[in-house]
T-cell receptor
Framework: ETGVTQTPRHLVMGMTNKKSLKCEQH?????MYWYKQSAKKPLELMFV???????ENNSVPSRFSPECPNSSHLFLHLHTLQPEDSALYLC????????????FGPGTRLTVL | RKEVEQDPGPFNVPEGATVAFNCTYS??????FFWYRQDCRKEPKLLMS???SGNEDGRFTAQLNKASQYVSLLIRDSQPSDSATYLC????????????FGKGTMLLVSP
């Protein structure tokens, strides 16, 4: 596998479910990001992990909980979501200290019923 | 004022046309600038980084004007395969990169 992979690619969940999104990067990067993309809105940065530490949390509700067990893996744990949380969730990675170029995974399209 | 602004379009152009997009940003401390391409229901893909001296990659040319705080992308001899949404992204370069994206400009190139 190369680049950034995400699973699942599609997810439908009820408001009371708990699910997790997984991201894995095979680029040797040391920073990872979660973004949310809703219709007619720009990409919104949710969380940043740099060198496995969470360095940014952009006022994201606590029903979204990130986890970064190592520099190659990133999770987004979801619980008691709302229908307005339906969106495309994108993971990205970059190398700290060189350029700022971020590379994205294919995303998970989430629908909350 | 929005941090990164782009004309949403769509820009409808015939094949072979030259088309230009602008992107303005509000934070004068911004250090890094990028253009991404996003196809419908797909992830953004890095098209090019934008350097202060400008840069060119084939039919694509990017320019940066820090004094006026805008970034531009020029596509020459546009092809139907160039049809996509073009996202401008700006970073403050704080070690890791915190990209702020515009909403994107949609381009439709007709054969």
């Amino acid at each position: 596998e190369t680049g950034v992979t995400q699973t699942p690619r599609h997810l439908v969940m009820g408001m009371t479910n708990k699910k997790s999104l997984k991201c894995e990067q095979h680029l040797g990067h040391n920073a990872m990001y979660w973004y949310k993309q809703s219709a007619k809105k720009p990409l919104e940065l949710m969380f940043v992990y740099s060198l496995e530490e969470r360095v940014e949390n952009n006022s994201v509700p606590s029903r979204f909980s990130p986890e970064c067990p190592n520099s190659s893996h990133l999770f987004l744990h979801l619980h008691t979501l709302q229908p307005e949380d339906s969106a495309l969730y994108l993971c990205a990675s970059s190398q700290v200290g060189l350029t700022s170029e971020q590379f994205f995974g294919p995303g998970t399209r989430l629908t909350v019923l | 004022r929005k941090e990164v602004e782009q004309d949403p379009g769509p820009f409808n152009v015939p094949e072979g046309a030259t088309v230009a997009f602008n992107c303005t940003y509000s934070n004068s401390a911004s250090q890094s600038f990028f253009w991404y391409r996003q196809d419908c229901r797909k992830e953004p893909k890095l098209l090019m980084s934008v350097y202060s001296s400008g840069n060119e990659d084939g039919r694509f040319t990017a320019q940066l004007n820090k004094a006026s705080q805008y970034v531009s992308l020029l596509i020459r001899d546009s092809q139907p395969s160039d049809s996509a949404t073009y996202l401008c992204a700006v970073s403050l370069n704080s070690g890791y990169s915190t990209l702020t994206f515009g909403k994107g400009t949609m381009l439709l190139v007709s054969p």
